[in-house]
């Protein structure tokens, strides 16, 4: 008996003890020089929680480049105003209390000005009750709607799901599909993608026939995809970001399913061409114009903006930005826009942002509203497939 | 009829690499009664060396070396700086130890290899079809290298004198030391057997489940709990558990509901240590007593 006993006892042990590790912490300060700032003299600070580490990396770590990137920009030019502007980042692991925690020490402890972050919706939606209790302005670079839905001091750049789905069921319209299978992340980007397909596709008569769920650090996706077909739908959509994305789209080949595929808005960066690699040849997704900057039309507003980033970017880096890098563009100038017209008060720069209109930024041109804190419109978009292993833009925009 | 030897397929890819890592915790466990907790952290090392390595321009069967060969040397050193020290080791020390280990490795690959999930190349691209299951030609790399290493491991525990001699430490310690058989060396041994075999499954899965510094938490998870199906002492009992707890995986993930698949694993475990606390294969645990 002996041995049995010793068995259990280590194995409760040790799953108990994996359990605790899973939990640990770590924080990323970037700049951590404490200290309670004055809103009228010392440095303006800048806070940013980005999921620098987990699942949503490769949207986090790009962000956090960019934002360094611009920091530095800015300090060269003399700050804002004269006075000199201190960029806290904070890294949220991709998890919501991570994100929580962060938010309530950046507007306690370090007392920021504005908040830009998170990089899901997850985390971004964990900070949002923050950001309005204690009315601190808060940019967030993540898609899903529910994040700016009736807020009154949250913003966001990242192009709203509702705006990609549209602009996705326009393109199904047009290709004459009319039922669509659904492989969606299970965490916050995900939540309520179908509802919305459904909805936004009610008029056109499309409308999801199966809904299958991966978590965002799956890496197995034999079920889902295996279910996928039996469903037979016209298109498949897959909504999820890289690794997840990229690997779905790898078993979606391999299991020779040979419906055409969309994916969503959250691919936008090189690490899904890596990650998928050939097997995303033929793929359809709507993402902003950064990806095909060298296509796009020299009418385009936004094209001197985004040439002017990707030089900057490519030339300290040694790396293209991803659509990522643009939602930390944006972010950053719209802040620093608010800054420089108004100051610090939170209300001022609360108030400004709301009533910005036609700022060219690298995700569209943005006009908020009190009713819509996103600021873009389906036109932010461009439909564009993979060619290659390089993005291509699509001749014809399908733009109904 | 397809789907089903499809998701029976995928599991059987998945659970060999369970199995290469259960193998790992039982390599150890069976020689000095060390849960070690890096078992997961030798794969994601042994991943991300590789792709770095291959990165810099080494062929891809030198890079598997230097990945296996790294993962050994820190396995070794990890033996000789932690646990040989400790004169009094028992299973709640062992955990203790290699749990603040395994998070020094996390946090040293977050510093070198930086957040990003990455893929080592396939050692042979590309898919099969049979009768309408497609099949990666890693997934028969996986197999074949996780049969070929589970049968080597037996081999040597239950069929050589060196093998039998490290049990023996274990089972006896103080008539071993009588004998003759050297604990110190007998624990080097099996954390060498363990580095290996851990750094095998992190690099034949890497083409296929990608790595990064933080895959090693559920890699490690899966491979415990498929170790404590067979037993904890048993590398037959470790491979089976490895297999059955993969196909379950994609079965479930299949039939029943996608987000029910990692549940699956510890519903296991904890229905294994209630009703069969010598593993499910558990007649060999008992009959040793």
Redesign the interface.
Known sequence: ???????????????G??A???C?E?TESDDASGGAAASDEGPIKIGAILD???PG??L??PERQTLELLHEQLEAAGGINGREVELLIEDNQSTEDGAAKAMSKLVNEEEVDIVLGASRTGPSLAMRPLAESSQTPMISLAANQAIVNGSEWVFKTAQNDRVVIERMIGYMEQQGYTTIGLARD?SGFGEGVQEMFDEIGSDAGISVVAT????P????F???M??LR?AAADVNVIWGIP?AAG?AQKAYR???LETPVMQSHGIGNQ?FL??AGAQADGLVAPLGRLVVADQLPDDDPQKEVIEAFIADYTEKFDMSPSTFSGHAYDGWKLAVDALEEVGTDPQAIRDHLEQVEGFVGISGVFTMTPEDHSGLQADALQLVTVENGKWKRLDDQATG | MT?LL??LF?GLS?GAIYALIAIGFVAI?AVS?V?N?AQGEFAALAGLVAISARASGLPLPVAVVVAVATVAVVAVVMERLTIAPVKAMT??VS??LT?GV??ALK?LM?LVY??????LEAITPG?V?VAGV?I?YQDLWILLVAAVVSAAVYWFYDRTVTGKALRACAEQPVAARLVGISLGRASLISFLIAGIVGALAGVLSSP???T????G??L??KG?VAA?LG???SIRGAVLGGFVLGVLE?LT??YVS??L??AVA?LL?IVV?VVR???IF?RH??A??
């Open positions: 008996m002996f041995r049995t006993r010793s068995t259990r006892v280590a194995a409760l042990l040790a799953a003890a994996l605790l590790a899973g640990a770590s620098i580490t987990g990396a490769s986090g770590v299970a299958e769920k991966f978590a650090d799956a890496t197995d034999t079920a889902q295996v279910n039996n690794p690997l391999q299991l020779g690490v890596d990650t | 789907d499809q998701l995928a998945q466990f009664g849960i907790l299973t709640l955990l203790i749990l395994s998070t946090a977050l930086g957040p990003n999930a990455e893929g898919i079809t497609s990666r296929v489940y990608f990064s510094w933080e895959s938490l559920a490690g998870l415990f404590t037993g904890l002492v994609t993930a299949g996608t987000g698949r990692d510890f475990l240590l606390p010598g593993g558990g645990a008992e040793r007593v």
